[in-house]
T-cell receptor, first 112, second 112 residues
Framework: TQLLEQSPQFLSIQEGENLTVYCNSS?????LQWYRQEPGEGPVLLVT?????EVKKLKRLTFQFGDARKDSSLHITAAQPGDTGLYLC????????????FGGGTRVLVKP | EAGVAQSPRYKIIEKRQSVAFWCNPI?????LYWYQQILGQGPKLLIQ????????DSQLPKDRFSAERLKGVDSTLKIQPAKLEDSAVYLC??????????FGSGTRLTVV
């Protein structure tokens, strides 16, 4: 059982559609991060959410941190083929110091 | 600032052979991590260094994996002997409080 569960595992949509990726845990996190990873590259940090209930926007991407700091979501509006990639949530549980744990990832394919 | 450098980018070896990966973190980043990412999964932490000391190696298969960071700068990860299930991307990351985590592009290992 993974500490951070992501859903869905795979998402295929048409350009212009919206999508939401979820990241859930039974543990409390002081912060959660979202990364995007493209083939042959390492994960690249998109955003860090710190406060329960926080909403952050990055152009067409909207990130939410749950009130209880156990879950997060990533919503992409009007997806473009350039949004294709592996989306990973990651966090360090409050009791684990700086030991970053990743979810299993959501592979997103945006077709033109 | 320059990114995290890893080499080689790709490596193919036969099972039971040995292999070593090298990582040069961002200058001044005291914390260094090695992650293993199996195809289709999120990265899994293998070992964490703070300067030249090991902070966490609880998920490192110590019967075959070893890692060192002798001078607190660059690091090597070794597998000896390799098994088929070691086929994965090995990611190195370094971290600061201000800039968070920065990942290298990884080394893709194929064990045949």
């Amino acid at each position: 059982t993974q500490l951070l569960e992501q859903s869905p595992q795979f998402l295929s949509i048409q350009e212009g559609e919206n999508l939401t990726v979820y990241c859930n845990s039974s543990s409390v996190f002081s912060s959660l991060q979202w990364y995007r990873q493209e083939p042959g590259e390492g994960p690249v940090l998109l955003v860090t959410v710190v406060t329960g209930g926080e909403v952050k926007k990055l152009k067409r991407l909207t990130f939410q941190f749950g009130d209880a700091r156990k879950d997060s979501s990533l919503h992409i509006t009007a997806a473009q083929p350039g949004d294709t990639g592996l989306y990973l949530c990651a966090g360090a549980p409050q009791a684990a110091g700086n030991k970053l744990t990743f979810g299993g990832g959501t592979r997103v394919l945006v077709k033109p | 600032e320059a990114g995290v450098a890893q080499s080689p980018r790709y490596k193919i070896i036969e099972k039971r052979q040995s292999v070593a990966f090298w990582c040069n973190p961002i200058s001044g980043h005291a914390t260094l991590y090695w992650y293993q990412q199996i195809l289709g999964q999120g990265p899994k932490l293998l070992i964490q260094f703070q300067n030249n000391g090991v902070v966490d190696d609880s998920q490192l298969p110590k019967d075959r994996f070893s890692a060192e960071r002798l001078k607190g700068v660059d690091s090597t990860l070794k597998i000896q002997p390799a098994k088929l299930e070691d086929s994965a991307v090995y990611l190195c990351a370094s971290r600061t409080e201000i800039y968070g985590y920065t990942f290298g592009s990884g080394t893709r290992l194929t064990v045949v």
